[in-house]
């Protein structure tokens, strides 16, 4: 016996409204060129320095860059995962220029890199507290690490619990 009329209808509306979330993604595009332009704008902005900085602070900047650099690629994996994954497959040529992993990333496997590109940024910013350490109160450092160390616990939960899921 077929679904009622109603029911098939109700669930091509639900099955339509994916399409919902591709506005968000593609604010994640333009969150990323924002991101961009402030990479490059920091960059910019230290050129004419160069010469009177301390290492310690072009190491900072470094980190600071490479920070923005990682959320960039946290973006870039949100956005085509998550469309794909949620919305629609991309359909692009199998030339040089696809990424390996479009496709692969089902919804655990990005949660897994989201939680780990998490970790990744917080340590980052935790060096940079570190190598500032001079500047700031004991109790703030303090209070980085244990939100450091809540995402590494949060990060070896998800993976412990995607694996229970697996097996």
Known sequence: ????????????????????????????SLALLLLGIKFFEELIH???????????QLVLLTLSLVDL???GGLIVM????????????IDIDDS??????LGKLDSGSLKQKVAA??????????????????????????WYVIVHLAFVVSALGMAWVDKLNRE
């Not at 230290?46 to 310690?56: D, G, V």
């Not at 949100?78 to 497959?89: A, D, L, P, R």
């Open 69 to 71: 650099a990682l959320v």
């Open 1 to 28: 016996m077929s679904p009622p009329r109603i029911e098939r209808h109700i669930e091509r509306v639900f099955y339509a409204s994916r399409w919902l979330a591709a506005p968000l993604y593609l604010g994640l």
């Open 96 to 101: 040089s220029d696809k990424l390996s992993w």
């Open 46 to 56: 230290t050129f004419p320095l160069i010469f009177e900085m301390k290492e310690t």
């Open 117 to 142: 590109s998490i970790v990744a940024i917080s340590s980052i910013h935790l060096l940079k507290m570190f190598m500032a350490a001079e500047d700031i109160a004991d109790g703030k450092i303090m």
């Open 78 to 89: 949100v956005m085509f995962s998550g469309y794909e994954n949620f919305v629609s497959k």
